[in-house]
């Protein structure tokens, strides 16, 4: 039970890491086009 809470913590930090790079590459396309 425990090492499925860890490995849930692990996942909700990969998605949200993978979500902040996803954002972050949406803003520099929206820069460039707005630019």
Do not use: A, G, W
């Not at 930090?13 to 707005?34: R, W």
Request: a negative charge; hydrophobic letters at 50%; glycine letters at 0%.
């Amino acid at each position: 039970m425990r090492v499925l809470q860890k490995n849930i913590i692990i996942l909700h930090l990969l998605v949200d890491s993978t979500l902040t790079e996803y954002v972050k590459n949406e803003l520099n396309i929206f820069q460039e086009l707005v630019l």
